[in-house]
């Protein structure tokens, strides 16, 4: 079946610009997260999702970075005024609703490569 | 969080059995072990999860001690394929507790290389 699905796979944009990055989850999944990732590290953890709300933020880096998922299922990922610092890979993971068993797994997309300039 | 150490990289030859350890020393009750696989320019890829004991499927095998402090990723007759960086992660996300944290924690992971 389809995974999940990040658009665009690769973003260039200039410093101080605003840029959206878009995750379809997996149908179904109800738990869904976005991570970063710089080059020769690890993913690091930005937010979290429940459905629509966000259950956890505390991994955003600041108030520039935003995310929404106002329907449960897409999500978008805003960052506002970006700057060199923030070029990584995003990466969206989706996983079945936590209490439908423990510890679901992450089923991760590809990822946004995100360039600033 | 539970923090995770293991090796930064590891060589093998195809064919070779190759087993990654990891260090969690301050692992939670509820938390449970997992391992991801991440090719470049790809997400991370489950590859195995186990709380206690061993846990084996058709990828891999894991073992954790008694004392569940490390756990040992093994993986049989690796090939080129297998080429890839492996992370191990400990956390519970499923929130029965309560109290438990959503932010699974990756490390730097180890990057394995096999040689042909």
């Known amino acids: 079946g389809a995974g999940v699905s990040q658009t665009p796979s690769n973003k260039v944009t200039e410093k101080g610009k605003y840029v959206e990055l878009r995750c379809d989850p997996i149908s179904g999944h109800t738990a869904l997260y976005w991570y970063r990732q710089s080059l020769g590290q690890g993913p690091e953890f930005l937010i979290y999702f429940q459905g629509t709300g966000a259950a956890d933020d505390s991994g955003l880096p600041n108030d520039r970075f935003f995310a929404v998922r106002p329907e449960g299922s897409v999500s978008t990922l805003k960052i506002q005024r970006t700057e060199r610092g923030d070029s990584a890979v995003y990466l969206c993971?989706?996983?079945?609703?936590?209490?439908?068993?423990?510890?679901?797994?992450?089923?991760f997309g590809n990822g946004t490569r995100l360039t600033v300039t | 969080l539970a923090k995770t150490t293991q090796p930064i990289s590891m060589d093998s030859y195809e064919g070779q059995e190759v087993n990654i350890t990891c260090s969690h020393n301050n692992i939670a009750t509820n938390d449970y072990i997992t391992w991801y696989q991440q090719f470049p320019s790809q997400g991370p890829r489950f590859i195995i999860q186990?709380?206690?004991t061993k846990v084996t499927n058709e990828v891999a095998s894991l073992f954790i001690p008694a004392d569940r402090k490390s756990s040992t990723l093994s993986l049989p007759r690796v090939s080129l394929s297998d080429t890839a960086v492996y992370y191990c992660l400990v956390g519970d996300i499923s929130g029965y507790s309560g109290a438990g944290s959503y932010q699974l924690t990756f490390g730097k992971g180890t990057k394995l290389s096999v040689i042909p």
């Open positions: 186990g709380y206690k």
């Open positions: 993971a989706s996983s079945p609703h936590p209490k439908s068993g423990p510890n679901s797994p992450l089923h």
